[in-house]
């Protein structure tokens, strides 16, 4: 077990009691009595505010209501020690059980505290350079050292951020100069390809989801979204928080901490309920390359279990308290999503402007041209989740789908595909898992804009497959998901398990795939007149909006803004009340979560 | 330095007696303000986050009564979280490194004084962590055990990291002396 408070050089104990008693015969010491010199005298308040705060308090004491609930009315005296004292006992078995003990001493509120190291950065130039080293495997797609830099001031009214491949190639560029944003049609790296062409548009539109459960990198684990996460919560913060845990918003401020475990709730979002987080402190761990780490785990917490399951798990350093991996593996709403990443932090500094060329966050990478984008950003930015038009599918394919393989197996496809919001595409048939080796790449087909059919195949050796290792296409692929105590490399491909990807967009393939979520709002349904004299004062829904999936064609016609209730009674009500009521979801709308709201319909007498 | 038995003591009656929170209001309020100030920079908003500390920490002993611990310490971590909202609010907060600045008039003095001017540059690079740390332990006054209970860590813990922020306080005034 790996002692936190000592080294086999150093005894902190001596030196604790050393710094006590004002010692001075060790370079720290000597600093630590420099230091103590330098104290100055308390700037003192003004009286006049001193005496009129004590004042205000004082009223504030006296005013009625302010004594505690309950007090006068206090539990007997036997029982009132009773409570308190089983709750020691409840506590201190919990306590006991729940111990880790490969981490004696080391809580999860300690180690996020810890892992601030330089939390907020004392300003010390115009802008924040970090630099990083990254190794993924997102989804099958990999990469070994990648290099990630991210300049940006602080509250990111300028920022640049770009992944570089080891030998120098652009995998991913977006910049943001106050005025103009730059960055690629992806949204993350397309394999190890390199970056030839990005686009250039007015404003500033943050390349993340708003969708519930897809907003994060919980929803979208990729180096990118690492990367866009961490801006959005500097921004958010308006901090110069830079560490990782600040970043990744695991740093220690609003972290609800006891023991392993810590609790972070995002509140209501979007009308879907509370979500949270749950942070927990698994143990210490030994990773590939020998350094220890604290295995961390992080879990869907309140509503965000609807939509998320499996969990994330966060590797610190013990001795820097540097994240030094980030794994994912988990079904987000319907979607397997699943990366690994580790990570090391090379570098931060702060650098002057002057420092920096004057277009540096306007002007790309050497080699990597910025087209002026003129069209529809938002459409353009959509595309690549499916919002738009856009369309792939199978017509058919060699073996059909459903068929039950073994061993090395080339599929045949015809794909046909319908693309409008975008200049252009590319249809691949590339294939990935998670850290298995699902198959050889396929095809690359580039597309234009408009309809067409191609033929594209992909190969898929079962026998490089692990029991339980699942596979989802990025471009064009399956999904497969042996589950336990299935044989891996017997398995049946079924029709709903096709899905294409149309590059940069992401695309479902068949009818039977095809849909988009939608968020209406939920419309409660009166019927009858409260009591006479009284009137309806405000009537609210909980939750205030549904998400719903609807699978096949549709059109954006065929998806109702409003979801209806049942109706309810209001017939001779004379106080408020609160109904909880089921909700009318249209034909083909499938609910995510339960499908009733609780309505609370307000009412008091009439005004006169 | 705080008398912690009296401070409880008082704490612990001030659920019920104005007098016990307005002896402890009247032995810590300059403390607690002076601390905004200097995390504040600003008259203002120290004023702001002292007055919402001593309000807090009355309702919060009214509603609750007073546990255990130190009184000071726990007036610092409530000062402390002020400061931060202050801070979030789009109120910056000052340098720490200020602490060891000095006044205009005493600037001449500061030219002489080439130790203080390093050791102010040190401080400056150091984490915000590192700084808090330090000027908790060394220029707030508070005692050991009380920084670790504002901070919510372990006295081995607060030990350890002391240790550290000086370790690299040290060779941060290692680097000043070289490109000196």
């Known amino acids: 077990m790996k002692q936190k408070t000592s080294t086999p050089d150093f005894d902190l104990n001596d030196w604790a009691q050393r710094l006590e008693a004002g010692a001075a015969d060790d370079p720290e010491l000597v600093l630590a009595r420099r230091l103590s010199t330098q104290r100055d005298e308390p700037t003192q308040p003004a009286d006049s505010y001193r005496l009129d705060l004590r004042s205000r308090l004082l009223q504030d004491y006296a005013r009625p209501g302010r004594k505690v609930e309950g007090q006068a009315n206090r539990t007997s005296y036997p029982i009132r020690w009773l409570y308190p004292f089983l709750a020691t006992l409840v506590l201190l078995l919990i306590l006991f059980l729940a111990w880790p003990r490969g981490v004696q001493g080391v809580s999860a ?53 770009q992944l570089t491949s080891s030998t120098g190639e652009v995998l991913f560029y977006q910049a943001y100069d106050g005025e103009y944003t730059t960055q690629s049609v992806h949204n993350q790296p397309v394999g190890e390809q390199a970056l030839e062409q990005v686009y250039r548009f007015h404003g500033f539109v943050p390349l993340w989801l708003d969708r519930p459960g897809e907003g994060g990198l919980l929803a979208n684990p990729s180096p990118v979204n690492f990367w866009v996460l961490a801006v959005h919560q500097a921004m958010e913060r308006k901090t110069d928080c830079t560490d990782m845990f600040c970043l990744l918003g695991l740093s220690e401020d609003g972290w609800d901490c006891a023991g392993t475990r810590c609790k972070y709730s995002f509140g209501e979002i979007g009308g879907l309920g509370n979500m949270g987080l749950e942070l927990v402190l698994k ?184 029991e339980g290792a699942w596979a989802l296409g990025t471009d064009l ?120 709201a609780s309505v609370t319909i307000e009412i008091g007498p009439s005004s006169p | 330095m705080s008398s912690l038995s009296d401070d409880s003591s008082l704490a612990s009656s001030a659920r019920d007696a104005p007098q016990a929170f307005a002896t402890l209001y009247d032995r810590y309020v300059r403390r607690i303000y002076a601390y905004a100030l200097r995390q504040t920079g600003d008259m203002v908003l120290a004023q702001d986050v002292t007055s919402a500390t001593f309000e807090k920490a009355l309702r919060h002993l009214r509603r609750k009564g007073w546990r255990s611990g130190s009184f000071l310490a726990w007036l610092y971590r409530i000062a402390r979280n002020e400061a931060v909202h202050q801070y979030r609010k789009g109120n910056r907060m ?47 006054a508070l005692s050991s055990s009380e920084v670790a209970e504002m901070l919510g860590c372990t006295l081995p813990n607060l030990y350890l990291q002391v240790h550290r922020a000086l370790q690299r306080l040290r060779k941060e005034l290692e680097v000043e002396n070289v490109d000196e």
């Not at chain 1, 099958?140 to 830099?149: F, P, Q, S």
């Open chain 1, 109 to 161: 509120a300690e180690i996020l505290r810890e892992a601030r190291i330089g939390g907020i950065l004392t300003a010390n130039g115009d802008v924040i350079y970090d630099r990083l080293r990254l190794d993924w495997d997102m989804n099958g797609t990999r990469a070994e050292n990648v290099t990630g830099e991210m300049w940006y001031s602080p509250g990111s009214q300028v920022y640049r951020y």
């Open chain 1, 283 to 466: 143990g210490q761990t030994r990773l590939e390359d020998g350094r220890e780490a604290y295995e961390m785990r992080l879990l869907p917490g309140g509503s965000l279990l609807q939509y998320v399951t499996g969990f994330g798990t966060v590797y610190v350093d013990t001795q820097t308290y540097q994240i030094l991996k980030v794994a994912y593996a988990m079904k987000v709403i319907f979607r397997p999503v699943g990366m690994e990443m580790t990570l090391e932090h090379l570098e931060r500094r702060w650098l002057d402007a002057a420092e920096l060329p004057s277009d540096f966050f306007r002007t790309p990478p050497e080699g990597v041209s910025a087209v002026p984008w003129e069209g529809d950003l938002m459409n353009f930015l959509n595309s690549q989740y499916g919002y738009t038009e856009n369309r792939a599918w199978v017509i058919s394919s060699d073996p059909p789908s459903g068929t039950r393989i073994s061993g090395k197996v080339t599929f045949n496809l015809e794909v046909g595909y319908h693309l409008t919001g975008l200049p252009y595409a590319n249809l691949k048939s590339t294939l990935w898992g998670v850290g298995k080796d699902t198959g050889s790449p396929g095809s690359s087909v580039p597309i234009q804009g408009g309809d067409g059919v191609v033929q594209m195949s992909f190969t898929l050796d079962t026998d490089q497959l692990a």
């Open chain 1, 477 to 596: 692929g399956i999904y497969i998901d042996a589950g336990p105590g299935f044989a891996i490399n017997d398995l049946t491909l079924f029709d709903t398990q096709w899905c294409v990807r149309c590059d940069p967009s992401e695309l479902p393939s068949q009818p039977a795939e095809l849909g988009t979520y939608w968020r209406p709002k939920i419309e409660v349904v009166t019927i009858g007149q409260v009591a006479e004299g009284y009137q309806v004062k405000s009537v609210r829904a909980s939750p205030t909006h549904v998400l719903l999936h609807r699978s096949g064609l549709y059109s954006e016609a065929e998806l109702p803004k409003v979801v209806e209730t049942e109706p309810i009674d209001l017939n001779g009500l004379t106080e408020t009340q609160v109904f909880t009521v089921k909700l009318r979801l249209p034909e083909k709308g499938e609910m995510i979560g339960q499908p009733k």
């Open chain 2, 94 to 140: 000052v340098d720490l490194s200020d602490r060891l600045s000095v006044t205009g008039e005493q600037e001449s003095i500061l030219e002489a004084d080439q130790d203080k001017y390093h050791l102010r540059e040190a401080f400056s690079r150091l984490s915000a962590h590192d700084q808090e740390v330090l000027n908790l332990r060394f220029f707030e």
